[in-house]
């Protein structure tokens, strides 16, 4: 079992920044695919950006550019850099871990981005 507690959330203004940040409560953290994930209200839940174990990295096409995930194997934490934010990326922003057949997910965060 994981468990992923996000932080960093808020409300923030269009063109600005905010840093995600997602705690795991495993040491064998390493070994995980690690995603950040947002649904907007009445949206389904999507996928923003995900790095593998390797440090190989993908975003969706409305982020790239704009977003960077990032990992910390020593201090079991997940990142998303989240910058020039902009009023349709509000929505809350979710952790998620992944390995062979496991998949856990965070509480959620919330951002607001106001326009």
């Known amino acids: 079992q994981v468990q992923l507690v996000e932080s960093g959330g808020g409300l923030v203004q269009a063109g600005g920044s905010l840093r995600l940040s997602c705690a795991a409560s495993?040491?064998?953290?390493?070994?995980?695919?690690m995603g950040w994930y947002r649904q907007a209200p009445g949206k389904q839940r999507e996928l923003v950006a995900r790095?593998?174990?390797?440090?190989?990295?993908n975003y969706a096409d409305s982020v790239k550019g704009r977003f960077t995930i990032s990992r910390d194997n020593a201090k079991n934490t997940l990142y998303l850099q989240m910058n020039s934010l902009k009023p349709e990326d509000t929505a809350v922003y979710y952790c998620?871990?992944?390995?062979?057949?496991?998949?856990?997910w965070g509480q959620g965060t919330q951002v607001t981005v106001s326009s």
């Open positions: 998620n871990a992944q390995f062979a057949f496991n998949d856990y």
């Open positions: 495993r040491s064998t953290f390493s070994i995980y695919t």
């Open positions: 790095i593998s174990s390797g440090g190989s990295t």
